[in-house]
């Protein structure tokens, strides 16, 4: 069996890379300076040698003849690594295509050439990475072939000629080679798979629905919504494919592929609260239902319970996306049940609102914002309650 690389070389690029990344995200940026930022990520590669008239198979032995010295992993490990990803695809997805052709549809009246230079330099850059994917996923003995109903990758193993549609893990190790299935799944990410009926748009493996740099000086982590499309049902009809469920994820740090973690995940087309997808989120409100059943039944037989003193509160740390505080004030009556949620990033919250239909107004739900200790000034308001 073929070992997969490690994916621990120095990652000297990365500071150079999220400063090239400072100037893409920033809005005051320029066109010319974005298209610059790429560009420069782009260069840290090193020469790429590919004449215009190679054949894809001059191509392939040229690739294969490359030496661990101008090997291009390390370089796509840090680009990964640097959180880069994301950002690149939002731009290649900003530009509206042809459901049919993918072609940019140039009289949109949001695209001019500023715009599709810069998407064609994002195009280019993760398009290498996708060469470099491929390059590992055949190192372990892989195939990347289309699949002609889907539009989606596939892979063939070259020995034993069995097919999956789940892309191959090449991390042995998930908390140090993650990269290396990120740089893998580039292969499937720049191809569309199929339309979205819903919308009238091109269909995306993961579109990035908004992203936010975090700032280095606040210590914030990068925050990420993506939509995922979810993997239809075996025997599903070509009306099916072409009108699959997307899966809306916020994503906490670095983007660690479509089975990465994520702080929620929602279906976008429900109502916030009505279910709940996460296992510990339905534990947690398992645990706050039985509490509530216990502290009715201990109260019943008392003649001097109000109905204050049969209130609960419960305490959440962390908004993520909203569906917990939510679904639990969908159930229970404000004059029963109050959730005060503390959030160290008014950004969660911003994103909670805008991309997961979150209100923070809403009955029975308070969202504090939990500051660094060196912002809170001697007049701060302070709140002292009991949780159940």
């Known amino acids: 069996m073929t070992s997969s690389p490690s994916s621990s070389p120095s990652s000297s690029f990365v500071?150079?890379?999220?400063?090239?990344?400072?100037?893409?995200?920033?809005?005051?940026?320029?066109?010319?300076?974005?298209?610059?930022?790429?560009?420069?990520?782009?260069?840290?590669r090193g020469p790429v040698h590919r004449a215009s008239d190679e054949t894809p198979e001059e191509e392939e032995n040229e690739r294969g003849e490359e030496?661990?010295?101008?090997?291009?992993?390390?370089?796509?490990?840090?680009?990964?690594?640097?959180?880069?990803?994301?950002?690149l695809l939002r731009i290649i997805q900003s530009v509206p295509r042809n459901v049919e052709t993918f072609e940019p549809i140039e009289d949109d009246g949001q695209v001019n050439d500023e715009t599709l230079k810069l998407a064609d330099s994002a195009l280019i850059l993760l398009a290498e990475l996708a060469n470099v994917g491929q390059i590992l996923l055949e190192g372990v003995g892989f195939e990347v072939i289309r699949d002609e109903e889907t539009g989606s990758c596939a892979y063939v193993n070259v020995e034993s000629g069995m097919r999956t549609n789940e892309l191959p893990r090449l991390a042995m190790d998930t908390d140090e080679d993650w990269p290396l299935d990120v740089v893998c799944e580039c292969v499937s990410l720049l191809a569309p798979s199929g339309v979205d009926e819903k919308r009238g748009e091109v269909l995306w493996q993961v579109k990035v629905v908004d992203f936010k740099l975090g700032e280095e000086d606040r210590q914030e982590e990068d925050l990420a919504v993506v939509d995922v499309a979810l993997e239809e049902e075996e025997g599903g009809t070509e009306e099916d494919i072409r009108a699959r469920d997307v899966a809306r994820a916020l994503i906490r740090g670095s983007w660690r592929g479509s089975n990465g973690k994520v702080e929620g995940e929602v279906n976008p087309e429900?109502?916030?609260?009505?279910?709940?997808?996460?296992?510990?989120?339905?534990?947690?409100?398992?645990?706050?239902?039985?509490?509530?059943?216990?502290?009715?039944?201990s109260q019943s037989s008392s003649a001097s319970s109000t109905s204050s003193s049969l209130s609960t509160t419960v305490?959440?740390?962390?908004?993520?996306?909203?569906?917990?505080?939510?679904?639990?004030?969908?159930?229970?009556?404000?004059?029963?049940?109050?959730?005060?949620?503390?959030?160290?990033?008014?950004?969660?919250?911003?994103?909670?609102?805008?991309?997961?239909?979150?209100?923070?107004?809403?009955?029975?739900?308070e969202v504090k914002m939990l500051l660094p200790m060196n912002e809170y000034s001697s007049d701060a308001e302070t709140r002292d309650f009991k949780c159940d």
Request: overall charge positive; charged content about 25%.
């Open 15 to 44: 500071p150079q890379i999220r400063a090239s990344l400072r100037r893409l995200t920033s809005a005051s940026s320029s066109a010319a300076t974005k298209i610059d930022a790429v560009e420069s990520m782009l260069n840290l």
């Open 67 to 87: 030496n661990i010295d101008n090997s291009p992993i390390p370089w796509a490990i840090d680009i990964v690594r640097a959180n880069a990803v994301l950002p």
């Open 270 to 297: 429900e109502v916030l609260g009505c279910a709940l997808d996460a296992w510990k989120d339905a534990m947690f409100a398992s645990a706050v239902h039985l509490a509530r059943e216990r502290k009715l039944t």
């Open 315 to 365: 305490l959440i740390f962390g908004l993520r996306d909203g569906s917990l505080p939510a679904f639990l004030a969908r159930r229970y009556p404000s004059s029963e049940l109050e959730c005060v949620v503390v959030e160290n990033d008014k950004r969660v919250v911003e994103f909670a609102e805008k991309h997961f239909k979150f209100s923070s107004k809403r009955s029975g739900v």
